[in-house]
């Protein structure tokens, strides 16, 4: 059973583009909602999170848009670089369960000069 | 900085045989986790533990049992290697008290021949 379903699998996107993942999730326990970046050969790092208490988060290029009614959240990348070509991983936890992270499949991006 | 460290980077054992993957975080979390990564999987959570001595068993628990003797420790056993346990294991761990962020280490990458 897959709670946290992401999309695409992969991207594509040039230099100076916008880059947009999606994730679905099904638990509506589910309160706390991170993406984690992970570059080869390393672990993964949080990036930004956002609590269902707000619809928008941004950090600097990055942005998390999030829709409770749809169960739905999002990672943009503005301006992409080179240096985000990476994996990204979107999750999801509840409190009272261990705080333990739900992770969706992931999405490789690349970005090409 | 947290610090999370894993044994070893690569592994490659021999089908039957008893292996054990090591992690050791620095900074005196209370929570560590093992998760395995498979491509298109993403990371799926196998074992837990809250604390010293405390674990629960995660999605995937099947052929895998931990150990977590001292608080900056936490090991993951695979009693009889087989060869669908080949895959890349990460450690991560979290500061109950403080946030929600997991930390990870850099992975060992399981080869079961």
């Known amino acids: 059973q897959q709670q946290v379903k992401q999309s695409p699998q992969s991207l594509i996107v040039q230099k100076g583009g916008i880059s947009i993942i999606n994730c679905a999730y099904e638990?509506?326990?589910?309160?706390?909602f991170p993406w984690y970046q992970q570059f080869p050969g390393k672990g993964p790092a949080l990036l930004i999170a956002?609590?269902?208490?707000?619809s928008e988060k941004k950090e600097g290029r990055f942005t998390i848009s999030f829709n409770k009614s749809a169960k739905q959240f999002s990672l943009h990348i503005m301006d992409s670089q080179p240096g985000d070509s990476a994996t990204y991983f979107c999750a999801a936890s509840r409190r009272g369960g261990g705080n333990k992270l739900t992770f969706g499949t992931g999405t490789q991006l690349k970005v090409e000069l | 900085d947290v610090k999370v460290t894993q044994s070893s980077r690569y592994l490659v054992k021999r089908t039957g045989e008893k292996v054990f993957l090591e992690c050791v975080q620095d900074m005196d979390h209370e929570n560590m986790f093992w998760y395995r990564q498979d491509p298109g999987l993403g990371l799926r959570l196998i074992y837990f533990?809250?604390?010293?001595?405390?674990?629960e068993k995660g999605d995937i628990p099947e052929g895998y049992s931990v150990s977590r003797e001292k608080k900056e420790r936490f090991s993951l056993i695979l009693e009889s290697a087989s060869t669908n346990q080949t895959s890349m294991y990460l450690c991560?761990?979290?500061?109950?008290?403080?946030?929600?962020?997991?930390?990870f280490g850099p992975g060992t990458r399981l080869t079961v021949t």
């Open positions: 533990s809250y604390d010293v001595k405390m674990k």
């Open positions: 956002i609590r269902p208490d707000v």
């Open positions: 638990n509506t326990a589910f309160d706390y």
């Open positions: 991560a761990s979290r500061n109950a008290g403080t946030g929600e962020e997991q930390y």
